[in-house]
């Protein structure tokens, strides 16, 4: 029975309001998609001179030509430089407790730097996306292969939470000589899922779409995750190792949420990093890349 001429006319403009509150969320949302995803601070409230260790303080160009900082902390007699990428909140004043673990216990050399707009990077948080950490990323590599000293070890990428993502991206297209991911997500849209359950991601333009990247990745990967992390599930790890080839290896760090698995895993979380760094260097025909 077809409705009455009064009822369909008065479907139409409900309809077009719903329509329209629907565009206008939807712009309002991809135009706030960058704050609610990166959480830059300015301040550096740490140096890695807080933790005894000799440092330098480097600038160099993203691909796209942004200035960016970050840290070069030297080890005598390296095998390895790590190259760090951050997490998408603080800057890397807030890692140096932990680089000073890596540095002393592992006896790597560790580079780390900072995105564009965040700490002394140039740069505000509106500028940044998704391309614009891999452009970053690309130019930390570029900065890294043209100096002597670090040109003389072998790179191993370390992605921590978002900066795990973009690990994924740089291994797929400049492939290193190992890659640690840390508290890393399959896609921005299934970490998403787990803390805004009942909002529509279809619009969602930022991606970092690791699992649909990483069976690209064909260098040794090593996996490191809390069982209690509270941000990304222990189960979106567990993907992301069964997409990967091997070599691979899952670690599981008991007790360890987000934030503290180098504190939670203790004396046998950096036991998992040194034999990893040990087998880069006893892979048959030598380290793969540098």
Avoid at 243 to 266: C, F, I, M, S
Wanted: aromatic share 12%; net charge positive; with cysteine.
């Amino acid at each position: 029975m077809t409705p009455p001429l009064r009822t369909m006319l008065w479907r139409v403009p409900l309809l077009l309001a719903v329509c329209l509150a629907g565009i206008l969320g939807a712009v309002m949302i991809l135009g706030l998609e960058k704050y609610a995803l990166y959480f830059p601070d300015r301040p550096l409230g740490a140096t890695p001179r807080s933790e005894g260790l000799a440092y330098e303080d480097v600038w160099f160009p993203a691909s796209d030509g942004m200035t960016l900082h970050g840290w070069l902390v030297p080890a005598p007699g390296a095998r390895f430089t790590l190259v760090w990428f951050h997490g998408n909140a603080g800057n890397i004043g807030d890692r140096v407790h932990n680089i000073g673990f890596l540095h002393r216990l592992l006896g790597a050399s560790v580079f780390i730097f900072d995105y564009r707009g965040y700490g002394q990077s140039q740069g505000t948080r509106s500028d940044l996306s998704e391309d614009a950490t891999y452009r970053d990323g690309r130019g930390a590599l570029a900065y890294l292969r043209a100096r002597p000293d670090a040109s003389r070890t072998h790179l191993v990428y370390f992605g921590r939470s978002l900066g795990a993502a973009v690990a994924v991206e740089l291994a797929r297209t400049h492939p290193p000589a190992g890659l640690i991911l840390e508290t890393a997500f399959t896609t921005l849209k299934d970490v998403a899922r787990v803390h805004y359950p009942f909002v529509p991601l279809w619009f969602l333009r930022t991606k970092y779409e690791s699992l649909h990247k990483i069976p690209e990745i064909r260098v040794p990967l090593l996996i490191l995750h809390g069982d209690r992390d509270e941000v990304v599930p222990l189960e979106q790890a567990a993907r992301l190792y069964a997409a990967a080839n091997e070599p691979k290896q899952l670690y599981v760090v008991r007790g360890a949420h987000h934030n503290d698995t180098y504190v939670a895993g203790g004396a046998a979380y950096f036991d998992v990093w040194s034999r990893f760094l040990q087998s880069l260097a006893e892979r048959p025909g030598g380290l793969i890349a540098r």
